[in-house]
């Protein structure tokens, strides 16, 4: 699942990619739009009133699984575009106006990407150098996200649904590239909401897109269906990572996992560029 903060106007609004088009965090918009201390408890007085209303609105909500600041997924209350738009109408705020036009653009964008999959491509390269990364990481980056995207699309069509069967197929492919699973990884690099990927240098994305990619070929190869045969391919395809992963340490003899992260370097160069 593909989840993204975008920002309104300073606020963080989170959003996330499901049944193909964007959901958004109804709290989110709610404290976008009314400045409240408590934006959850104002959703839920107004949620409470549409109900009592009658009103449809609150059936367009799902309870998807966000970021919360510390880290963690919870499930909160998301609307799409539509639903959004709609409960919008029923909070009185002079911000109402200019938020209905960023969703009505980033719904358009959305559209434009579903048709024209290499605008979406653009875009994130865009960003990638906005944030001040290298071209050569980001030739990296870019087929590290093509490579897992053919992982999970696999994945998809031999028999994986369940957000946390992909959780346990990627952790296995880590733990046998590099010794940790995702979230310990996190923790060595010292992240919390952030993308563990995008904090990873040459060699740490080489040997993730290693892994991947070996394993979609023995998913092929092999023709493997159901969970359990796909987690052993992904810990032999994460071997294969490991295994050159080590014998480049042995060489090097310096370790390839770092506590290295982008955030930290970028702060550096803000440094040098202020002295």
């Not at 909070?91 to 048709?115: M, T």
């Not at 024209?116 to 980056?141: C, Q, V």
């Not at 987690?231 to 994460?238: C, M, Q, R, V």
């Not at 370790?255 to 290295?260: A, E, K, L, N």
């Amino acid at each position: 699942m593909d989840t993204r903060i975008a920002v309104f106007k300073g606020k963080k609004v989170r959003k996330t990619i499901h049944k193909n088009e964007w959901w958004f965090s109804v709290v989110d918009v709610c404290g976008a739009l009314t400045d409240s201390i408590d934006a959850g408890a104002y959703w839920r007085k107004l949620k409470q009133r549409l109900r009592e209303e009658g009103s449809e609105v609150v059936t367009f909500c799902h309870g998807l699984k966000l970021e919360a600041p510390d880290g963690k997924k919870y499930e909160t209350d998301c609307a799409n575009t539509e639903g959004i738009f709609r409960i919008i109408q029923s909070i009185p705020s002079p911000k109402a106006e200019p938020f209905k036009r960023w969703l009505a653009k980033v719904g358009y964008e959305r559209v434009q990407e579903i048709e024209n999959p290499e605008l979406a491509t653009k875009r994130t390269r865009m960003l990638y150098k906005l944030k001040g990364y290298s071209d050569n990481w980001i030739e990296k980056r870019m087929r590290g996200i093509a490579i897992r995207e053919e992982l999970t699309d696999e994945w998809q069509k031999r028999g994986v649904e369940e957000k946390k069967d992909y959780e346990i197929l990627t952790a296995e492919i880590s733990k046998a590239t590099f010794g940790v699973t995702p979230s310990q990884y996190k923790k060595i690099k010292r992240l919390k909401r952030e993308n563990l990927r995008d904090h990873m240098d040459d060699f740490e994305l080489i040997f993730t897109m290693l892994g991947e990619r070996a394993t979609t070929e023995i998913h092929r190869t092999e023709d493997s269906r159901g969970v359990p045969k796909l987690k052993s391919d992904a810990k032999a395809g994460g071997d294969i990572a490991g295994n050159a992963r080590k014998q480049l340490e042995k060489r090097i003899r310096r370790p390839i996992v770092s506590r290295d992260n982008f955030l930290e370097q970028s702060r550096k160069v803000k440094k040098l560029h202020y002295k």
